[in-house]
């Protein structure tokens, strides 16, 4: 094992033993393992395990509870108790750690002793050393607060930017009454030139020089006070309050401040730096936040993933007039929340359109056997059913239109540039439609549009039409839906969730080009794709076979032409699946072309020889017969001379070897004898032995024969001959690993395999098969302690699996240390065996009574 190799398996096994082992023997592991205890935390991104956190955390060794602390995996809680400690080590680890909450470094900075040496040495001379590391500030908002002058300091010059200028004076005072008074003056003219030095960045042009004046006055504190107020930071500090609205400049989602939040402050901060749109929209949540605040976060933060922060809103106060901002996400957010009724939202001013976009967000297509929570995760444009909050009252909305097409037809034409609410929308289009009929011009479609292959998702106008189409009783559908143009037709039964019962009224009304034009799209639920396959139609299959998520069943069934409902009757291959196949990737879909293998279609035939090779006797003897069977011997005689295949170059030898064509040419010869030879010459070369020699072969190129094999025999492989085959003499190592990858390989082939072979220590090497196999029951646990080899392997891939859940084998593994005299509650046996692993080339029962022998 190479050094990282051995370094992944220590540290599982140093988890492992913790966790296997008895409580008081754990705590003595914290000394006899203390060095590999200490590697294995320094890997931040792995999760100890809580027998081993816990462990250390009550070892009291200084080193271990630092590795702890700067550790990532470790919760706010231990956390908080390490601070709580107050050693400067630990306090420094804690400071340092990534994702440290403000919480637990305040803790750190009320433990820290500032009469104490090591705290200066261990924490804040590094801590001012590593200035760059500090300019991350997130991390230096609780040194506002800490016991030490130069920390302060260094915390309001970097914060300057994003802090109040009372705060900025709450920090001068902070570093007075911090300091010896001879040396305030010192201070405070360094912070001073800190704050002179990046005025231009944070924009506190006249701070510096007020410092100055309280370094040069007889009572520094009494001029920064005055200061203090003076720049809007009130008497007295408020440090909940303060600490609260420099939390908005962080992203912070605290609770209102004790007494209430000062709206004059966050007016004057706002002023002199303008919040982030995440933090407008947080000002949303407190009670009192002016109207002119929440539009102005409506509006910045309504687009933006912030806004599932956003407090109640009230429509009149998140649409100023004339300013209707982005209407349709605010009324979908709103309405989603429950902010305010689907009534109030029809009735919102307007425009309708943006009203009805919004409907149209508040209704996702849900994934395919989900339930509520389960929310389709393909293209936005797929729509699914309004919730049924909302869905009746949409639908009382649409009912004056009733099932009159020029009423509809009215509406769309009238709601891109109709500015007043839905229901004067409704109304208009109503009163448009009996005008047009009283003046005797009927009201059509304005422009028709075809159909598109593939389908686009629809926009502007027709989204909002087809919304509330959706929404209409399914009367209403059957009698306006065929009265729209293709497009229309197209985008409603691809988009929307029309019912099968609609479905197919439409489609026996409008003709097969409307099933066509469904057909011609990905990511239909898997109800519609069944309805269009239930129509047996040539042209339907065939955009099905191109677009539709189907199963390679039905693939196989379209090309043999045979009925879904078990017919007799043939249905024709559409000349665009021909033309599809000529022109289908064997690299990308080889899977599309093969299978037409049976189908004894002729031009289907001839293009996926075109576009694919046959590897096999068996494949090609399979397409001879299906051939035959459906047209006779001629047209395997015609295949024979055929000279000419899409996608081949010409000239191109035939796809079908000499050996081959004897074979068929023979069998032609037999006359009525021959489509039995050709069965009987199938037969053999599926037989088990012979399938069995085939996938063995000389050894190499197994895993591509083993794909050959899946391609064109069409049958499973004959386990039993395999295993019959391996037991009498081993099979090649490549074969083997080809099988086991099989997710019905038998357990004796798995076993052969770990038996011969070292397994990585590694996941990305590829243990799925494993894992599968473990899930399955086709291995067990105690077949990897007995065969894996080395036990380093063993025990990195044990502790994975634990850790994600998908093993528990404590039972297992506790019952093979008592087969090898191995006693968890021994530490030298732990240490013995861990200092043994890296480079220990056995099983794991090997390795442990290897222990035992060494300890004895």
């Known amino acids: ?96 750690a990534r994702g440290r909450s403000e919480r637990t470094r305040d803790a750190v900075w009320r433990a820290a002793d500032p009469a104490s040496p090591g705290w200066r040495t261990d924490v804040v001379e590094p801590f001012l050393a590593e200035a760059t590391l500090w300019q991350v500030r997130s991390a230096l908002r609780s040194a506002l607060r800490a ?23 709450d920090g001068a005072l902070r570093i007075v009454a911090l300091t010896d008074p001879a040396d305030v003056c010192g201070e405070l003219d360094a912070l001073a030139a800190v704050l002179r030095e990046s005025a231009d960045e944070h924009g506190h042009t006249d701070l510096a020089d007020v410092v100055d004046a309280a370094a040069r006055s007889g009572d520094p504190a009494a001029v920064l006070r ?43 901060e706002a002023a002199r730096s303008p919040f982030t749109a995440r933090a407008k929209v947080e000002l949303t949540r407190h009670e009192g936040c002016p109207p002119d605040v929440v539009a102005e976060a409506v509006r910045d933060g309504i687009r933006t ?9 009230p429509m009149s106060a998140a649409i100023p007039p004339g300013d209707p901002g982005d209407l349709a996400a605010l009324l979908s957010h709103g309405l989603d929340a429950g902010w305010y009724g689907i009534e109030e939202a029809l ?5 309708a359109g943006e009203v009805l976009h919004a409907l149209h967000r508040l209704a996702p297509r849900r994934a395919d056997g989900a339930d509520e929570g389960g929310v389709f995760h393909g293209s936005g444009a797929y729509r699914g059913r309004l919730p049924d909050a909302f869905a009746p009252a949409v639908a009382r909305f649409v009912a004056p239109l009733g099932d009159d097409p020029e009423a509809w037809v009215s509406l769309y034409k009238l709601v891109g540039r109709f500015r007043g609410s839905c229901r004067e929308l409704v109304a208009a289009a109503v009163e448009h439609a009996a005008e047009q009929r009283a003046g005797g011009t009927p009201v059509a479609w304005p422009k028709h549009l075809d159909a598109k292959f593939p389908a686009e998702a629809p926009e502007g106008a027709r989204r909002q039409l087809y919304i509330m189409l959706a929404a209409a009783p399914e009367q209403v559908q059957r009698a306006v839906i065929p009265a729209l143009d293709a497009r229309a037709i197209q985008h409603l039964t691809v ?32 109800e519609v794709v069944e309805g269009l396959l239930d129509l047996d139609d040539p042209d339907v299959n065939a955009y099905l076979y191109d677009f539709g998520a189907i199963a390679q069943d039905e693939r196989v069934r379209i090309c043999a032409g045979r009925r879904r409902d078990g017919g007799t009757d043939e249905v024709a291959i559409s000349p665009a699946l021909v033309d599809l196949l000529a022109r289908t990737s064997p690299s990308r879909r080889r899977t599309w072309l093969l299978a037409a293998l049976d189908s004894g279609d002729p031009a289907l035939v ?21 051939l035959w069977e459906r047209h006779g011997p001629d047209a395997v005689a015609a295949l024979l001379d055929e000279t000419e295949y899409p996608g081949r170059r010409p000239g191109a030898k035939h796809p079908f070897p000499a050996t081959t064509h004897a074979v068929l040419r023979a069998a032609i010869a037999a006359s009525d004898a021959g489509l039995a030879s050709l069965h009987a010459a199938l037969a053999a070369a599926r037989a088990p032995e012979e399938v069995a020699r085939y996938v063995i072969g000389r050894g190499a190129k197994a895993a591509e024969r083993l794909d050959h094999f899946d391609a064109e025999y069409g049958m499973a492989l004959p386990w039993r001959v395999l295993v019959a085959a391996d037991a009498a003499s081993p099979l090649p190592a490549p074969v083997l690993e080809a099988l086991i990858e099989r997710k019905d390989c038998p357990r004796e082939l798995l076993r052969a395999y770990l038996a011969r072979n070292r ?84 099983a794991l029962p090997e390795l442990l009574a290897t222990t035992v022998a060494i300890t004895s």
């Open 495 to 526: 988009y929307y969730p029309l019912s099968a019962a609609v479905r197919t009224h439409i489609y026996d009304v409008c003709g097969v080009r409307a099933a066509v034009a469904n057909a011609a799209h990905w990511e239909m639920p898997a």
């Open 347 to 351: 009735d919102c001013p307007g425009p």
């Open 305 to 313: 993933d912030s806004a599932r922060r956003l407090g109640p809103v």
């Open 147 to 169: 016991p030490f002058p130069e920390v302060v300091r260094l915390a309001v010059g970097t914060l300057a930017p994003l802090l109040p200028p009372w705060v900025i004076v």
């Open 759 to 842: 397994v990585q220590v590694y996941r990305v090497t590829g243990l799925e098969w494993l894992d599968t196999a473990l899930a399955d029951g086709r291995l067990h646990t105690e077949d990897l302690l007995a065969l894996v080899t080395p036990a380093a392997a063993l025990v990195e891939h044990l502790t994975e699996a634990v850790t994600a859940g998908r093993l528990s084998p404590r039972a297992d593994i506790l019952a093979v240390m008592a087969a090898a005299g191995f006693s968890p509650a021994d530490p030298d046996h732990w240490a013995v065996a861990l200092r043994l692993l890296p480079d220990f080339p056995g």
């Open 1 to 96: 094992m190479n050094s990282s190799e051995s370094a992944v398996a220590l540290r599982a096994a140093v988890y492992a033993a913790y966790s296997l082992a008895p409580a008081e023997t754990a705590a003595k592991l914290t000394e006899r393992l203390r060095t590999e205890t200490l590697q294995a935390l320094g890997t931040m991104y792995v999760r100890p395990s809580q027998a081993a956190l816990a462990a250390v955390l009550a070892s009291g060794d200084r080193d271990l509870l630092a590795a702890v602390a700067g550790h990532d995996h470790v919760d706010e809680d231990a956390a908080l108790d390490l601070a709580l400690l107050g050693d400067p080590a630990v306090a420094y680890a804690l400071l340092t």
């Open 606 to 626: 001839r293009a996926m020889l075109g576009r694919t090779r046959l590897s096999t006797d068996a494949g090609r003897l399979r397409v001879a017969i299906g």
């Open 226 to 268: 005055a200061a203090r107020a003076e720049r809007g930071g009130g008497p007295e500090p408020r440090p909940a309050h303060d600490a609260w609205l420099v939390g908005l400049r962080f992203g912070d989602e605290s609770e209102t401040p004790p007494g209430g939040v000062d709206w004059e402050a966050v007016r004057g």
